[in-house]
T-cell receptor, first 111, second 117 residues
């Protein structure tokens, strides 16, 4: 089946630092999504990307849909303690009725 | 508008028992998706249902697992004769439109954490 390779697996940063994480795949996706999951909760959508090359921002978050449609990255600028959580990328193929998720990036922000 | 609701939030079963997980989609949503998440892993798709119909069950184990979304009432994920390997968090998501039309329109519930002793 399709697989998304997400890196890094975990990150430990100081408050105020910028963060970058990415996902790659051997398959083409038509849509890339980035989610955040807090402990004991379900994922919440942060950013959706619909076109190759698209760069989209949501506050301190910026995400890009790779030109090859096989990768995406998420940047968080000026991190704050509430950014702590697990970040997941997810992809949807043109024929897809489901999302394929990456393995997640655990982010820890030290005040 | 209440979000996606799942119950119970925590469920403990002994090996061989049955587990029933319920999901009430958001109001107006007729598409329901079930995912499983093992510790420190991403979510894995199990099944996609649209009122009374199973659209895609390619992620569902062939045995012991079943899902339904009746005309009235919540969607149910049923696991018969549970084994230790079924211990995981099970998430339900719902959407008003299908993913191909509205990929970002899927909303997740808080999950049910199943522990099999």
């Amino acid at each position: 089946g399709q697989q998304l390779n997400q890196s890094p697996q975990s990150m430990f940063i100081q408050e105020g630092e910028d963060v970058s994480m990415n996902c790659t795949s051997s398959s083409i996706f038509n849509t890339w999504l980035w989610y955040k999951q807090d402990p004991g909760e379900g994922p919440v959508l942060l950013i959706a990307l619909y076109k190759a090359g698209e760069l989209t921002s949501n506050g301190r978050l910026t995400a890009q849909f790779g030109i090859t449609r096989k990768d995406s990255f998420l940047n968080i600028s000026a991190s704050i303690p509430s950014d702590v959580g697990i970040y997941f990328c997810a992809g949807l193929t043109s024929s897809g009725s489901r999302l394929t998720f990456g393995e997640g990036t655990q982010l820890t922000v030290n005040p | 508008n209440a979000g996606v609701m799942q119950n119970p939030r925590h469920l403990v079963r002994r090996r061989g028992q049955e587990a029933r997980l319920r999901c009430s989609p958001m109001k107006g949503h007729s598409h329901v998706y079930w995912y499983r998440q093992l510790p420190e892993e991403g979510l894995k798709f199990m099944v996609y249902l649209q009122k009374e119909n199973i659209i895609d069950e390619s992620g569902m184990p062939k045995e012991r697992f079943s899902a339904e979304f009746p005309k009235e009432g919540p969607s149910i994920l049923r696991i018969q004769q549970v084994v230790r390997g079924d211990s995981a968090a099970y998430f339900c998501a719902s959407s008003q439109l299908g993913l191909l039309i509205s990929p970002g329109g899927q909303f997740f519930g808080p999950g049910t954490r199943l522990t099999v002793l």
